[in-house]
């Protein structure tokens, strides 16, 4: 031991069949994940009604699994250096299952709040050491490829989430929604033990007083985005807590500059690419990340869709994102990260516009087509910008890099939400009154404020040079092509 470093053992790599599983078995957890965080919402007035609460009470419930991923996402880096990624994740999962059990076996609203943040928790080192784990096990020439897999549950999860929780609580019973996670977690489980990789790097202390400043900063700011607009707190305690947020975590970043060891490595952000990549990640996710909250507004509100037919049309977007998965590393090598994320910010926002002009006398066929494209340019999107993070990282960065991006991330879909909320309130004032004509005209204001906040941020993207990670993306189509020409014939690639 030296300085506060002590060196790990030598690291396990991956048989052959567990490469080829991790990309699923990395999926399967970010599923889970992502499915949660929308899962209880068509549930919440029959657990309320079971919890003998008032609705609005369940506000906690939803806001306490994002506020635990926010504030935990950020030590699962050092948790996977420390410990292995091997033990991390699969703690991971057996904690974000156990939680999920509690929940749904919740008698009273203050023990489901627990049982919440017990499985965010799980949740929050879940996806960040998954990431990880596929950054140290493929080389950036197949990067791209995984990645792409791994991300369309991350578009799955949240669009299959009312949907499964309204059938649910129609024809089942609403603990159901937390036992799903049971069969999943259990082979996830048996997965990890068997197949998956255990990565550990350079292990020094926790910075205790920087997880303190970061985490209380992250979950009191993210908490004032939950109840801003809800005129639970005075403008005063709301302004208060938001200062107070904003000087925690200033606090966190002079004590960042000044630690050796800090909780998040800020100087990452001098490395153009990831930068970039962050940045760019959080600002196109105040845009993005509010469509799926405001579209069954439009649908059922405004057009008078049920939420299944509303979450019907939302549909073709993952499936779009599925099917044409396979075409995103080759139109990066084909164009490179810099036209490619300029290009398509651009196509995203000028779709969201176009979600503007949807009214009850549009065909159906046209929601589904835009839906599609809207689908395929998200997943195109979230693919680059993931797999940029790492174009210029060294592998004793990665875990840190992965922390931030995941952080980052999350915050901005909290961002996002809560955007799309205020952009709907500001336009739609008396929501209780309104006719669907108003409604409808003040979901397509809120439509074109975000689709020009995301024209905006193409801005991010135009610092990056032609060539920033080209290389590693045209490596990946090669290797593909090599490998698929030794492939039997009629094989395909996962």
């Given at each position: 031991?030296?300085?506060?470093?002590?060196?790990?053992?030598?690291?396990?790599?991956?048989?052959?069949?567990?490469?080829?599983?991790?990309?699923?078995?990395?999926?399967?957890?970010?599923?889970?994940?992502?499915?949660?965080?929308?899962?209880?919402?068509?549930?919440?007035?029959?657990?309320?009604?079971?919890?003998?609460?008032?609705?609005?009470?369940?506000?906690?419930?939803?806001?306490?699994?994002?506020?635990?991923?926010?504030?935990?996402?950020?030590?699962?880096?050092?948790?996977?250096?420390?410990?292995?990624?091997?033990?991390?994740?699969?703690?991971?999962?057996?904690?974000?299952?156990?939680?999920?059990?509690?929940?749904?076996?919740?008698?009273?609203?203050?023990?489901?709040?627990?049982?919440?943040?017990?499985?965010?928790?799980?949740?929050?080192?879940?996806?960040?050491?998954?990431?990880?784990?596929?950054?140290?096990?493929?080389?950036?020439?197949?990067?791209?490829?995984?990645?792409?897999?791994?991300?369309?549950?991350?578009?799955?999860?949240?669009?299959?989430?009312?949907?499964?929780?309204?059938?649910?609580?129609?024809y089942f019973h609403w603990r159901l929604i937390f036992f799903v996670n049971l069969p999943?977690?259990?082979?996830?489980?048996?997965?990890?033990?068997?197949?998956?990789?255990?990565?550990?790097?350079?292990?020094?202390?926790?910075?205790?007083?920087?997880?303190?400043?970061?985490?209380?900063?992250?979950?009191?700011?993210?908490?004032?985005?939950?109840?801003?607009?809800?005129?639970?707190?005075?403008?005063q305690e709301i302004l208060s807590l938001l200062a107070v947020a904003i000087l925690l975590l200033a606090g966190y970043g002079l004590h960042a500059m000044r630690t050796r060891f800090p909780l998040l490595a800020l100087g990452l952000f001098r490395i153009r690419t990831f930068r970039a990549a962050v940045s760019g990640n959080f600002f196109t996710r105040l845009g993005i990340g509010g469509i799926p909250f405001i579209l069954p507004l439009l649908y059922q509100v405004g057009m008078g869709f049920n939420p299944v037919q509303s979450g019907l049309l939302m549909m073709p977007q993952a499936i779009s994102a599925m099917t044409l998965k396979t075409t995103m590393p080759r139109i990066l090598a084909r164009f490179g990260y810099r036209a490619v994320l300029l290009s398509n910010t651009l196509m995203l926002g000028l779709l969201i516009l176009v979600f503007a002009t949807i009214g009850p006398g549009t065909p159906i066929w046209f929601i589904v087509l835009q839906s599609m494209c809207f689908?395929?340019?998200?997943?195109?999107?979230?693919?680059?910008?993931?797999?940029?993070?790492?174009?210029?990282?060294?592998?004793?960065?990665?875990?840190?890099?992965?922390?931030?991006?995941?952080?980052?991330?999350?915050?901005?879909?909290?961002?996002?939400?809560?955007?799309?909320?205020?952009?709907?309130?500001?336009?739609?004032?008396?929501?209780?009154?309104?006719?669907?004509?108003?409604?409808?005209?003040?979901?397509?204001?809120?439509f074109v404020l975000l689709g020009g906040l995301t024209l905006l941020s193409t801005m991010v993207f135009s610092k990056l040079k032609k060539t920033d990670g080209s290389l590693a993306s045209r490596h990946d189509v090669v290797a593909e092509a090599h490998l698929l020409r030794r492939l039997p014939q009629g094989a395909t690639l996962s």
């Open positions: 031991m030296a300085g506060g470093l002590r060196i790990l053992p030598t690291r396990m790599e991956p048989s052959a069949a567990g490469k080829r599983l991790l990309p699923w078995l990395v999926a399967v957890a970010f599923f889970m994940e992502s499915l949660d965080t929308t899962i209880l919402n068509t549930a919440v007035p029959t657990v309320a009604a079971a919890l003998r609460v008032a609705p609005l009470s369940m506000k906690s419930v939803l806001s306490s699994y994002t506020l635990s991923l926010a504030v935990f996402i950020p030590i699962s880096g050092w948790m996977a250096d420390r410990f292995g990624t091997r033990r991390v994740f699969g703690s991971a999962i057996g904690l974000f299952t156990v939680g999920s059990i509690l929940c749904g076996l919740s008698t009273n609203i203050h023990v489901l709040v627990a049982c919440r943040i017990l499985q965010g928790c799980g949740g929050a080192m879940m996806v960040p050491v998954g990431r990880l784990t596929i950054v140290r096990t493929f080389a950036k020439s197949e990067l791209v490829r995984a990645m792409s897999f791994v991300a369309i549950p991350g578009l799955i999860g949240p669009m299959l989430g009312p949907i499964a929780g309204g059938l649910i609580v129609a999943i977690g259990l082979l996830g489980l048996l997965l990890v033990y068997l197949h998956l990789p255990d990565y550990r790097e350079l292990s020094h202390p926790l910075d205790f007083a920087g997880l303190i400043l970061f985490g209380s900063g992250i979950g009191l700011l993210s908490y004032v985005l939950e109840v801003f607009g809800e005129h639970s707190l005075t403008v689908g395929f340019f998200s997943s195109l999107q979230y693919t680059s910008m993931n797999t940029l993070v790492y174009a210029d990282v060294t592998d004793q960065q990665a875990s840190s890099a992965s922390s931030i991006a995941s952080t980052t991330q999350q915050m901005s879909i909290s961002f996002g939400v809560a955007l799309a909320s205020l952009a709907a309130a500001m336009f739609i004032p008396d929501r209780s009154h309104s006719t669907a004509a108003e409604m409808i005209s003040g979901i397509h204001k809120a």
